[in-house]
């Protein structure tokens, strides 16, 4: 290193325990670990349950800011790196005055986008500014106002769901906004779908993730799925679009929305199955998407179209089977759940030959062998009797009781 260059020793407690990179937005578990945002929320919704830190069990996933932290960092930022003040820099909650918030707050209704611009700016800077934004009267009234218009330009609308994707986790926020989204019926659900269907990637994403943040009870999420045109558009991403942090939303918004068996019907009947085995026969696909891949086809399994869907593609049960021992716990149990019910419950010999064919019996006692008493233990149980009954008839793994009786239960 020459003379002129600048060693920086970062503290410890600046840095996030699972990217090691200083936090931009520390927040903290139930366990007491500070994280940076967007390294716990991967974590989180990557279907781990546990600290990072601790592996302790989280008795919720919420996490709040740590402002305290987050005042640190930024003050040792500060005396770390000299750099001149730029004409253009973010502004700070300390030189936005509350005067000039209501002025921001008005003009969102006359749509102009240079308000709307520099809103998303100071918002973007901190948790802080996020926190000392959202007290203001008038907000999210003013939001609504706007998406319930007709005919607002689509860069407008994309200016007004990055506010929305950037206060969401702001206390009351959420439920406010469900209220007033689904008290104005369907014309608020029009801008929704017009930014999902024709916005850029990123503010489709952003669109997706707020509609599902704000479907809060079985009643909303009814109202979402019955919204004209919006299924087919969804899957017309999924099948058409390549930016996996969209499917992932898209996805997840699936999860969320799938509480009725007609809503289960219709996203069956639109192909959910075909799309799923693709993503999960995709080696560089990421964790996250194949887990709520995983949970989406437990969903469906509830129903006769979603098991008889599965059963007849030609590789969902192969995927799953090869998914099995490399997934988290909770998606292990979606997987076991889903090839139990077509298997054990429904008796879907068809099923239970694929199952077989792919090595599935011997995941199967893998995962028995890994599991502690409870219901994933008996549903393996139950499907290694069930396809050694087909072994003994005939099936296609007559040798395999041979080579394996060390690890069977029986």
Not at 203 to 230: D, G, P, Y
Not at 249 to 255: D, G, H, K, P, T
Not at 382 to 390: E, P, Y
Request: charged fraction near 25%.
């Amino acid at each position: 290193m020459g003379r002129n260059e600048l060693c920086i020793t970062v503290p410890n407690l600046f840095r996030c325990p699972i990217s090691l990179d200083v936090m931009k937005s520390p927040v903290s578990l139930c366990t007491g670990v500070t994280y940076d945002r967007s390294s716990i929320q991967h974590w989180l919704e990557s279907g781990h349950d546990t600290c990072p830190a601790t592996m302790q069990v989280l008795a919720t996933k919420d996490f709040i800011p740590n402002l305290t932290l987050h005042r640190l960092i930024n003050l040792w930022t500060q005396s770390s790196t000299r750099r001149p003040d730029s004409g253009n820099s973010t502004p700070k909650a300390t030189t936005v005055s509350e005067q000039q918030v209501g002025i921001w707050i008005e003009e969102i209704k006359r749509l102009r986008l240079e308000s709307l611009g520099k809103m998303v700016e100071f918002l973007r800077y901190s948790d802080e500014n996020r926190t000392f934004f959202v007290r203001f009267d008038g907000l999210i009234e003013a939001i609504v106002v706007v998406l319930r218009r007709d005919g607002v330009e689509i860069h407008i609308l994309e200016l007004i769901f990055r506010v929305l994707d950037l206060i969401l986790l702001q206390n009351g926020i959420r439920e406010k906004l469900h209220r007033l989204v689904f008290k104005s019926n369907q014309n608020c659900l029009s801008s929704f779908l017009s930014v999902i269907q024709n916005g850029r990637s990123k503010s489709k994403i952003q669109a997706v993730r707020v509609l599902e943040s704000i479907s809060i009870n079985n009643e909303t999420k009814r109202f979402v799925a019955e919204t004209h045109n919006l299924m087919p558009v969804l899957f017309h991403l999924l099948k058409t679009e390549n930016d996996p942090a969209l499917h992932d939303s898209v996805l997840s918004l699936l999860i969320s929305i799938a509480v009725t068996r007609s809503i289960k019907i219709q996203i069956v009947q639109l192909g959910l199955i075909e799309v799923l085995s693709e993503t999960l026969c995709n080696k560089n696909v990421t964790v996250s998407l194949v887990e709520k891949s995983l949970k989406l086809l437990s969903i469906v399994s509830t129903c006769t179209e979603g098991r008889n869907a599965i059963s007849e593609d030609p590789k969902c049960a192969e995927c799953m089977v090869e998914r099995l021992m490399k997934v988290s716990k909770a998606a292990t149990e979606d997987v076991v759940v889903v090839l139990w019910s077509l298997c054990c419950s429904f008796r879907d010999g068809k099923m239970q030959e694929k199952v077989m064919r792919c090595n599935g019996l011997t995941k199967l006692l893998l995962v028995m062998q890994s599991e502690g008493e409870g219901n994933v233990r008996r549903m393996c149980a139950d499907l290694v009797k069930v396809l050694r009954v087909g072994c003994k008839d005939g099936g296609v793994l007559m040798s395999y009781e041979t080579k394996t009786t060390h690890i069977m239960p029986f």
